[in-house]
């Protein structure tokens, strides 16, 4: 496996973790809808939130959470709503970033960017 993906992965893991200790129930990752993908699907006071997941292992470039342009929003946006059409129970939904930096040495630093709208 490509080391990109293996650091997706690992940063989803600690991204599921994360959530569910903060009261979020994670109902999956890697959820596909066609060639989209959400990162992580949670529910909090009965509410989905789609999360997508910036990982970074260096301080180098920016923030994590500075890769969500508007076309990822778009694609979260969309295949967003190819869940809600299988799961109408919901109508309301959050789209969240969720950016993770793990330096070398360091404990792992969450940053929640709520409701995000681009």
Not at 71 to 92: E, T, V
Request: glycine share 8%; net charge positive.
């Amino acid at each position: 496996m490509a080391l990109h993906n293996d650091l997706g992965k690992n940063g989803e893991q600690l991204a599921a973790a994360w959530l569910q200790r903060q009261g979020y129930q994670v109902l999956c990752t890697n959820w596909r809808y066609g060639h989209l993908e959400i990162d992580v699907i949670a529910l909090k006071d009965g509410l989905p939130h789609f999360v997508e997941v910036k990982y970074k292992t260096s301080g180098q470039f920016g923030p994590p959470e500075l890769k969500v342009n508007r076309q990822k929003f778009r694609n979260i946006a969309n295949a967003a709503a190819g869940w809600l059409r299988r799961n109408p129970q919901h109508r309301d939904f959050r789209i969240d970033i969720l950016a993770i930096t793990e330096l070398k040495g360091k404990e792992p630093e969450y940053f929640l960017i709520r409701n995000v709208y681009l």
